[in-house]
């Protein structure tokens, strides 16, 4: 991505999303408050990583991405971020139709990697992008530093890194105070009431009693989009509050209790993450998104539902993805990208190597494959099994076991010889009788001897 001209800081007043929607300035707020309260100063707004995260925003909405674009730092760095130092970045991405609150977009980000903006002291700036295209909303988030520069240090923005106000790059802005939050002691009566400090958001009380925004709404009659104000007191409802259901702790999975057939389905809960999920039904992170027909990058979302186990189905014989191809005019085959798949999910799917695939179509890591693009497989499908049926072997005839209807002349039985010595007396005897005038011979069955 080249570098981009006269970038401007993501603020809350800019129409970077619709109204009522998460702002881009709503998450670095978000981000920012969550870093204080592991004890780390806030990121600094950096212009360019604005620029740069709502142009990835746009690109992602416009081609319904569900992967990350790839090399976040390079494109910070080529849009002119670090000033030609070494760039080490980040990004996080949430995406959803309708638009999500910031505490699902939180609790969408709360797994260790999504988690690096708010626990490692290296990064130093953020921006973030929001955009809607066809009412699926893209949210972006990304975090830098540059190598061997310390935070504050100077402009990694601008080249020879010339100080500026604040000691931070581009507008060098903070966006607000951010006061930690102190748990309040419950009342006699057990009930808790948190006093809002000046520059305390929903945002950061919500996290500190692990809750959500919307919990806060409800139980005190209050909206969001309404400024607290310092000295508000709220209400903040718990386990021993009637009525309330505790949102599911952090890393902590209920189990869902399999159905008559054994088929077990699991609803994602706050600050539950694909890791956590597998570990407490004892599965692999792999099985759940074979079953669910998810990639790794993809983010959860509060309320959605996954498969842990298809229970007791005997699964049908299938064609491979690959003996299901058919070849076009050109008599080569091709696969045609669908919406969420990457180039390692397609070389998984017909099992051949990604280096190969990528060769095939000029595509390197900086690539972006988009719904309806062709990729060309150089491959010779197997041949499907069929059916041959095992060569005839001719079976001897039995001997006939029935007894024709007697002539109507009298035959002359002529005797049988005698058996052989030693011959097993047990066995059936054959005599054969001539028929006088019947022209053929009739083999009979004497009775057995004991």
């Known amino acids: 991505m080249g570098a981009l001209a006269h970038p401007q800081p993501a603020r809350a007043e800019q129409p970077l999303a619709p109204a009522g929607q998460v702002s881009a300035y709503e998450l670095i707020l978000a981000m920012n408050t969550l870093r204080v309260s592991y004890g780390l100063p806030p990121l600094i707004e950096d212009p360019i990583i604005n620029a740069v995260a709502q142009s990835t925003a746009e690109t992602m909405a416009v081609n319904n991405m569900s992967w990350h674009i790839g090399n976040v730092r390079g494109r910070l760095a080529a849009a002119g971020y670090g000033g030609g130092g070494t760039v080490w970045a980040t990004e996080n991405f949430a995406v959803s139709w309708g638009g999500m609150g910031i505490d699902e977009i939180m609790a969408v980000w709360a797994d260790p990697d999504h988690m690096r903006p708010a626990v490692d002291p290296a990064y130093c700036h953020v921006g973030a992008g ?24 100077g402009s990694p923005s601008a080249p020879g890194g010339t100080s500026q106000p604040g000691g931070g790059s581009g507008s060098g802005y903070v966006p607000q105070i951010i006061v930690p939050v102190q748990i309040a002691t419950p009342d006699s009566e057990g009930r808790v009431y948190h006093v809002v400090q000046q520059g305390q958001s929903l945002w950061a009380i919500a996290v500190a009693y692990q809750i959500t925004i919307q919990d806060i709404e409800t139980w005190n009659n209050i909206s969001r989009n309404v400024p607290l104000q ?28 399999p159905d008559a057939d054994g088929r077990i389905v699991h609803e994602v809960q706050p600050y539950q993450t694909l890791i956590t999920i597998a570990s407490a039904y004892n599965v692999t992170v792999e099985r759940i998104l074979a079953l669910n027909g998810l990639q790794a990058d993809w983010p959860l979302s509060i309320g959605q539902k996954l498969l842990i186990s298809p229970g007791n189905v005997t699964p049908s014989p299938t064609l491979s993805a690959i003996q299901r191809l058919t070849p076009e005019a050109d008599g080569k ?12 999910w397609i070389a998984n799917l017909y099992n051949i190597p990604l280096a190969d695939l990528m060769s095939w179509n000029g595509l390197n890591n900086n690539s972006v494959i988009y719904p309806g693009q062709k990729l060309l497989l150089l491959v010779t499908p197997p041949a499907t099994a069929t059916f041959t049926p095992a060569p005839i072997t001719a079976t001897p005839s039995p001997t006939a076991s029935h007894t024709p209807a007697p002539p109507t002349m009298t035959p002359t039985v002529v005797a049988a010889e005698p058996p052989a010595r030693g011959f097993n007396l047990g066995l059936f005897f054959v005599i054969i009788v001539l028929v006088i005038g019947g022209g053929g011979l009739l083999w009979w069955k004497l009775p057995r001897r004991s």
Do not use: W
């Not at 929001?130 to 240090?153: E, F, H, P, R």
């Not at 007191?233 to 869902?256: C, H, Q, S």
């Not at 085959?333 to 390692?344: A, D, F, I, K």
């Open 333 to 344: 085959y091709y696969h045609t990208v669908q919406s969420g798949e990457t180039p390692l």
């Open 130 to 153: 929001v955009a809607t295209y066809n009412g699926k909303t893209y949210y972006i988030l990304q975090a830098a530093y540059v190598g061997g520069q310390a935070c504050g240090s």
């Open 230 to 257: 310092a000295g508000q007191k709220l209400f903040i409802p718990n386990k021993n509050t009637e009525g309330y259901a505790t949102p599911t702790p952090r890393d902590m999975v209920a189990i869902a209790t």
